[in-house]
């Protein structure tokens, strides 16, 4: 079975730091480009980044509103994904999902969702 | 405001269809896949479509995505009232170098 499993999330204040991870299994972690998306509570879905393979040189990709602040990382060998958060800001505050874009024989999507990390920056 | 638009809801009867759009611009749908999600409560978003039209294993095929320019459109027929659910469109936004979602569709099964 394809599964990510989140952990990480928590209480923290403005101006803080917090980091999430995002553990893989089930499928090739390894060439998977691995997105971050979250969801402020009662809002929609907001791209937050994404790491992209090996091949591709792990190249890293951000949303504005984190740029600068939030560092995507992975470690292939623990097929794991790391969101680092600094600077936390009040409007940071959402359920952040990993999420890993999978390719079979027929097609390749976000298939593959983590169980969510709640994350509140608030003092 | 989401760089997607979607509409904030749509209803039908049990058994009836439903359409679901999302409107966008030449830098994400225009020259990217566009996925659908669905997103139960309390639950992780779900990939209903892919790359504009395919379907994951395990979808029914009363989900049907297409898209045209730089619009794309989420159908599902036989409606059952356990589709009731929040509704995402999403794709690669060129412009912004991030993933970028529409602002979700609330759909309700009379």
């Known amino acids: 079975e394809m599964q990510l499993v989140e952990s990480g999330g928590g209480l923290v204040q403005p101006g803080g730091s917090l980091k999430l991870s995002c553990a893989a299994s089930?499928?090739?972690?390894?060439?998977?480009?691995i997105h971050w998306v979250r969801q402020p509570s009662g809002k929609g879905l907001e791209g937050v980044g994404r790491?992209?393979?090996?091949?591709?040189?792990?190249?890293?990709k951000y949303a504005a509103s984190v740029k600068g602040r939030f560092t995507i990382s992975r470690d292939d060998s623990k097929s794991t994904t790391y969101l680092q958060m600094n600077s936390l800001k009040v409007e940071d505050t959402a359920v952040y999902y990993c999420a890993a874009y999978v390719c079979g024989s027929a097609r390749c999507g976000m298939d593959v969702w983590g169980q969510g990390a709640t994350v509140t920056v608030a003092s | 405001q989401s760089v997607l638009t979607q509409p904030p809801s749509v209803s039908a009867a049990p058994g009836q269809e439903v359409t679901i759009s999302c409107s966008g611009s030449s830098s994400n749908i225009g020259n990217h896949h566009v996925s659908w999600y669905q997103l139960l409560p309390g639950t992780s978003p779900k990939v209903l479509i892919s790359e504009n039209n395919k379907r994951p294993s395990g979808i029914p095929d009363r989900f049907s995505g297409s898209k045209s320019g730089t619009s794309a459109t989420l159908g599902i027929t036989g409606l059952q009232t356990g589709d009731e659910a929040d509704y995402y469109c999403g794709v690669w936004d060129n412009s912004l170098s991030t993933e970028v979602f529409g602002g979700g569709t609330k759909l309700t099964v009379l």
């Open positions: 089930g499928f090739a972690f390894s060439g998977s480009d």
């Open positions: 790491i992209e393979s090996k091949p591709r040189n792990y190249a890293t």
